[in-house]
């Protein structure tokens, strides 16, 4: 910029001067705080984090404008998301004004825990005969888990024990699983879910056997003893309240009673500690044995009454008894008294039922017999019928049949001669019917049919036979086929007139007929032709194929052939159908001759031959001279023009020329010598070659360029890496070139930490080389790595609320020096208390980047809480009361950890009023840390009456005479009354 100053002396006289200002940045840019890492948690869900680079915090300057920022090493994934991994990325920035370049890692790192899903909560009941339960389960797997990266499925573990694995035995009550899981990245995760086994199960009684008697002597019942059960017949999974042992059926017929005829059900009943009654059940069945008595009256004989086939008998029914009321009888074959009974034997059967459905039984016959003969009512006359069915040599009988009556009835027992539907053959057929009734009497009726014959016999010539005449031009016939015959009767002869065994028939149709007569004289006929064809084709041979050379110069040839010879049986005529006549002029090539021979029928037959002739005289072909020029300018070709080769022949003006090696004239042709082959060939592939030589020669330099500066990172786990990297690019005119590597380590090879000078030389056929040189960078980007074992477990000594726990080191996976530190938890050896316990490390590199893990220790107390409830307490009832004031100490538990907790959980409690009879008093102890089931124990309080009742008022002596007549006395005195 310019300053303008003015100068004035106290006169006021001035004078001016301009100065131009020029100001210079001199201070270089700067980067701030050395270009410190970012390392960043991963975004919630997600497997990475978007980061913000913020390139504006690597340098600063006093003039912000000027400052040129360019990423030279390291590609930025899209949007900034950087996934969550232990190979951090390295960014190589540099500011234009400086020499010194701002390299920095960028990573982020999973702080995301997996979630674990368990099983929903299983309540089962005790198994069959056991106070506990076997239960098997889907074990949560790594499928069960999920996690923003990925689950490490080895890590998943059963952390309360192997007691509480798929398929264990729990006891009653309620039981806390838990599972727990990591991710790759040792983040943690648990899951819990509870197993309730309740008891159901009934307790079993056992009563006495089902009993059965027979009622006692003159009696409907019978009294019976059998002894009850008592708690001693009971069993249960768990244990049986003795004291609830009672009878519970109605009526409450005890041993001694006497029991009704039938079944009674005697049922006992009792109950667990828990409630859960089971019952048993005495079957006692009085059976009545003694069965009644029957008497029947005598077998009777009467006969049929006049004109019908019965008789109505009368009879007195039988008398029956029985030791019991209640008896019935039944007929229960035969009729009643009075009743119309058929001709025949009747037996009537009666039975006697009591009560206790015995019986008794008798019967008697009743015989009634038939003396009357059967009579016939009508008979048919003689008949005579026409056969007329074609089929039938006869005719089906139709006649009315014979009625006959009887007192009793009757059936026809024979007939003789055609019956109705039956045939009846041509002729006369005797009918006879025979009637008989049951008692045996018979009686019969004859007649006769004349049956006619009316169908007329049917003759079926074959069809007409259409036969080859022979070589001969005729037909010797040999056999004569018979037509078919039907006829309804048998009998029919056929005459036939026309053609005869051995007759030579010419072509043309011959008719042959026949005549038949049936045995009644009914004629019939038919009739065929026999048809002579000529069926025989002419044979015609052609000549053999002609071969000849085409005459020199010239594109053709004169041939002669004979003509075809032809042979049929009626005789044929040939004629040419194609191709040209003998002594013809043949053009080159092949010429096909065609013949057809016909007879007097149109039968045809055709030949062939070829007359080949063949062009011998190869084209004529000449090729330009050899041409020399350079490669064109920037190519390692040129492109040459030449004339084309000129070709002859003696069948055709334009010969065909065609490139069968090399190139096309104006084509580019390559560096070096191109033989150029032609052919020319004729219409019968004769062909002549010619070949000329095109040489372009290369003059031009080749040039060489170097490429881009090489930056990796270190290989895993080494301080150095294997780098391999394209040789630099050369180029010539014709790429003919070679590339080797003057200083340097090459490529592939392995490079240390730093900066290695790699220098190239390349150099083309003609000896003339160019160099090129480059930086290859090694920096170590790598972040250690480190695993623990995922869950360590152990289970505390008896007695004790703890245990020392050791379980494998971190491994340490890095490829320098590190630090490994307990950040968190025990460690490794140490005590740990009854739980869950997270124990974390760290490892730190010399370059400051870290990675931890973690191991999860679950310390399992499998040591139950206990308690002791006193002995079983049996108390008589407080004075004049039904019940009882009961003291007892309260029992309370005992666990090997601290914080265990006693609750009653059934009963009344020490110092309560107990009923009359038994109850139970449970106890449960628990352990609010100890997942496992609480441990119970329960006693009973039994309260028993034992005071007697007392009678308030009771009658003194009483002194009274007998009763009139009686030797006692009937006697009333005031009821004592108790309390």
Excluded at 362 to 390: E, H, K, M, R, Y
Aim: hydrophobic content about 35%; proline content about 7%; overall charge negative.
């Amino acid at each position: 910029s310019q300053a303008n100053v003015t100068a004035t002396d106290p006169s006021q006289n001035q004078a001016s001067c301009t100065a131009q200002v020029t100001v210079e940045d001199n201070l270089k840019p700067f980067y701030i705080d050395d270009c410190p890492d970012i390392v960043q948690p991963n975004d919630p869900g997600l497997c990475g984090a978007v980061v913000d680079l913020n390139v504006s915090r690597l340098v600063d300057d006093n003039c912000p404008d000027t400052i040129d920022l360019t990423l030279e090493v390291g590609n930025i994934p899209a949007d900034n998301f950087f996934a969550a991994t232990n190979n951090p990325l390295l960014l190589r920035y540099k500011e234009a004004q400086l020499s010194e370049v701002c390299e920095f890692l960028v990573s982020s790192f999973d702080a995301e825990p997996p979630t674990l899903d368990c099983p929903s909560p299983i309540d089962v009941n005790t198994d069959v005969g056991q106070c506990t339960a076997v239960i098997s389960f889907d074990a949560p797997t790594a499928a069960n888990a999920t996690d923003n990266c990925a689950v490490n499925a080895s890590s998943l573990t059963l952390l309360t024990g192997s007691a509480t694995s798929p398929g264990s035995t729990f006891v009653l009550g309620e039981t806390i699983i838990s599972y727990g899981v990591m991710d790759e990245s040792s983040n943690n995760a648990n899951c819990s879910f509870v197993v309730s086994v309740t008891d159901v199960e009934l307790p079993v009684l056992l009563c006495p056997a089902n009993i059965t008697v027979a009622t006692d002597a003159n009696a409907c019942s019978a009294a019976v003893s059998f002894r009850a059960p008592t708690a001693d017949n009971a069993t249960d999974n768990c244990a049986v309240n003795a004291s609830s042992l009672h009878l519970v059926s109605s009526p409450a017929l005890v041993s001694g009673s006497d029991f009704p005829v039938g079944t009674t059900q005697v049922t006992f009943a009792i109950s667990d500690v828990f409630g859960n009654e089971g019952s048993c059940s005495t079957w006692v069945t009085v059976i009545d044995d003694q069965p009644p008595t029957i008497d029947c009256p005598s077998n009777m004989s009467v006969a049929a009454s006049p004109g019908v086939c019965s008789a109505m008998p009368s009879f007195t029914l039988p008398t029956i008894s029985d030791n019991c009321p209640g008896t019935s009888l039944l007929q229960v074959a035969g009729n009643a008294s009075g009743s119309v009974l058929p001709v025949g034997l009747v037996t009537n059967d009666f039975v006697a039922t009591d009560s206790a459905g015995l019986t008794a039984a008798c019967g008697f016959d009743i015989a009634v017999f038939d003396d009357q003969s059967p009579i016939v009512t009508s008979c048919p006359s003689n008949s005579q019928l026409a056969a007329l069915d074609s089929m039938l040599c006869g005719v089906l009988a139709s006649y009315a049949a014979p009625t006959f009556e009887d007192n009793c009835g009757a059936n026809v027992t024979s007939i003789s001669g055609p019956q109705i539907g039956q045939l009846a053959a041509v002729g006369t057929s005797a009918v006879t019917y025979v009637i008989e009734d049951t008692a045996g009497n018979q009686e019969s009726c004859s007649f006769t049919i004349l049956v006619v014959d009316a169908v007329l016999p049917t003759l079926t010539c074959p069809v007409n036979q259409v036969v080859a005449a022979d070589p001969f031009c005729g037909f010797n016939v040999t056999a004569i086929a018979m037509p078919n015959v039907t006829d309804n009767c048998n009998g029919t002869t056929v005459d036939h007139q026309g053609s005869v065994v051995g007759a030579v028939l010419p072509i043309g149709q011959h008719t042959q007929n026949f005549v038949g007569q049936d045995a009644s004289g009914l004629p019939g006929a038919c009739s065929y032709q026999i048809v002579v064809e000529d069926q025989t084709n002419p044979v015609v041979v052609c000549p053999a194929s002609i071969v000849v050379t085409a005459a020199p110069g010239a594109c053709g040839a004169v041939v002669n052939f004979s003509s075809p010879n032809v042979t049929d049986n009626c005789g044929a005529v040939v004629a040419q159908t194609a191709g040209q006549p003998a002594g013809s002029s043949f053009p080159a090539g092949v010429n096909t001759q065609t013949f057809v021979a016909t007879d007097g029928h149109g039968n045809t037959d055709q030949c062939s031959f070829t007359i080949t002739v063949v062009d011998e005289e190869v084209p004529s072909i000449v090729c330009p001279a050899d041409i020399v020029v350079n490669s064109a300018v920037g190519r390692c070709d040129a492109s040459v023009v030449y004339p084309m080769p000129n070709a002859t022949d003696n069948c055709q003006s334009n010969v065909a020329v065609t490139l069968v090696q090399g190139k096309y004239s104006s084509g580019a042709f390559p560096v070096g010598d191109t033989v150029v082959v032609y052919t020319a060939s004729d219409s019968f592939n004769l062909t002549a070659t010619c070949n000329f030589t095109v040489s372009v020669v290369d003059t031009e330099l080749p040039t060489v360029s170097c490429v881009q500066e090489v930056s990796v990172p270190t290989d895993t786990g080494r301080c150095d890496a294997a780098v391999t990297y394209p040789l630099p690019p050369g180029s010539d005119n014709c790429n003919n070139i070679s590339v080797s590597l003057l200083e340097g380590a090459g490529t592939p090879a392995t490079f240390e930490l730093g900066n290695t000078l790699e220098t190239y030389v390349v150099t083309d056929d003609a000896g003339d080389n160019n160099t090129c040189e480059f930086n290859v960078t090694v920096v170590d980007a790598q972040a250690p790595k480190i695993t623990c074992s995922s869950f360590a477990s152990a289970t505390v000594e008896p007695g004790t609320c703890g245990v020392n726990v050791t379980y494998p080191e971190p491994t340490v996976d890095e490829n320098c020096d590190f630090t490994l530190t307990l950040t968190a938890g025990e460690g490794s050896g140490n005590l740990f208390g009854s739980g869950e316990t997270t124990d974390r490390y760290t490892v730190t590199d010399a370059a400051g980047a870290t990675a931890s893990c973690q191991t999860i220790v679950f310390v399992v107390d499998n040591e139950s809480p206990k308690i002791t409830c006193p002995s079983n307490i049996v108390k008589s009832t407080d004075d004049g009361t039904c019940n009882a004031v009961v003291n007892y100490t309260a029992p309370i538990g005992t666990d090997n950890c601290a914080g265990a907790t006693t609750t009653q959980v059934s009963g009344l409690g020490p110092g309560a009023t107990f009923a009359l009879g038994s109850s139970t008093e449970v106890y449960r102890v628990k352990q609010s840390t100890d997942p496992r089931s609480p441990t119970d124990c329960a006693f009973t309080v039994v309260v028993e009456d034992d005071e007697s009742p007392v009678f308030d008022q009771c009658p003194g002596p009483l002194n009274l005479n007998s009763d009139l007549n009686m030797c006692s006395a009937v006697v009333a005195y005031p009821e004592p009354v108790p309390s």
